[in-house]
């Protein structure tokens, strides 16, 4: 017999999902967290407050190429958005794409600049990128 199309599915629909993904999120199962969170913004694909809950659970869970992508789409989605151009920042830097990390942490700073952890990471990423155009650096 085929296998229904509701087998698989998570009960509730896509805020339950994404109430439940913050959760598990929170509670530090950011795999879990992306899993179920990936459903919600399947059926929710324009809902901008499922796709950050979705970037954070991928970087969360290692998956940062991915996370890079949907932070990506965030900041284009929600220009103003200081968190969506740090978690790009953070996505990139950690994918070792530095000059482009630089330009969106700068940009979250410059939108928050009370944000210390903003200052931080941007100041480590110049600090990479300077000691890469030092002669004799890797």
């Known amino acids: 017999m085929p296998a229904s199309p509701e087998e698989g599915r998570p009960s509730g629909g896509p805020y339950e999902w994404l109430q439940r993904g913050l959760a598990l999120l929170a509670g530090g199962e950011a795999a879990a967290a992306a899993t179920l969170l990936s459903r919600a913004h399947a059926e929710e694909p324009g809902s901008t407050g499922v796709l950050e809950a979705l970037a954070r659970a991928q970087y969360d869970s290692g998956d940062v190429a991915a996370a890079a992508d949907s932070f990506d789409r965030l900041a284009r989605a ?33 939108m928050r600049p009370d944000r210390p952890e903003y200052a931080d990471r941007l100041r480590q990423v110049r600090a990479t990128l300077a000691a890469r155009q030092t002669p004799g650096s890797p």
């Open 78 to 110: 929600r220009p103003a958005d200081d968190y969506a151009h740090f978690g790009l920042g953070l996505s990139l830097s950690r994918l070792g794409r530095f000059g482009q990390a630089a330009e969106h942490l700068a940009m979250a700073h410059a």
